[in-house]
Nanobody, 124 residues
Framework: QVQLVESGGGLAQAGGSLRLSCAAY????????TGWFRQAPGKEREGVCI???????YCTDPVKGRFSISRDSYKNAIYLQMDDLKPEDTARYYC??????????????????WGQGTQVTVSS
């Protein structure tokens, strides 16, 4: 059974950093596409960064140059390093993979499984 468990969210000041973790269970994170997404109150869920099977990464324009995605094959985990945080980064952050039956389409890809999310709040 595929399961994703996020951690590492919290309160940060503008200009600060946070590192989110996502533990993957039931599949190998190195064999499937994985990604981080976020959703702010009253807004649609949006893509943040994704990582392909070959390790290549893509981050969307709002976070490019400030956020980065990585993975640890031994821990079977995915990470989101967030630097130079801004108040507009405040949102609930989710990790996802294309494994599973889900049908959410974001960044031109179907995402099958999602974690429960972790809240990030950035104060000015």
């Amino acid at each position: 059974q595929v399961q994703l468990v996020e951690s590492g969210g919290g309160l940060a000041q503008a200009g600060g950093s946070l590192r989110l973790s996502c533990a993957a269970y039931g599949f190998s994170a190195t064999h499937y596409v994985t990604g981080w997404f976020r959703q702010a109150p009253g807004k649609e869920r949006e893509g943040v960064c994704i990582m392909a099977v070959d390790g290549s990464t893509y981050c969307t324009d709002p976070v490019k140059g400030r956020f980065s995605i990585s993975r640890d094959s031994y821990k079977n985990a995915i990470y989101l390093q967030m630097d130079d945080l801004k108040p507009e980064d405040t949102a609930r952050y989710y990790c996802a993979t294309d494994v599973g039956e889900g049908k959410v389409i974001l960044l031109n890809r179907r995402w099958g499984s999602w974690g429960q999310g972790t809240q990030v709040t950035v104060s000015s």
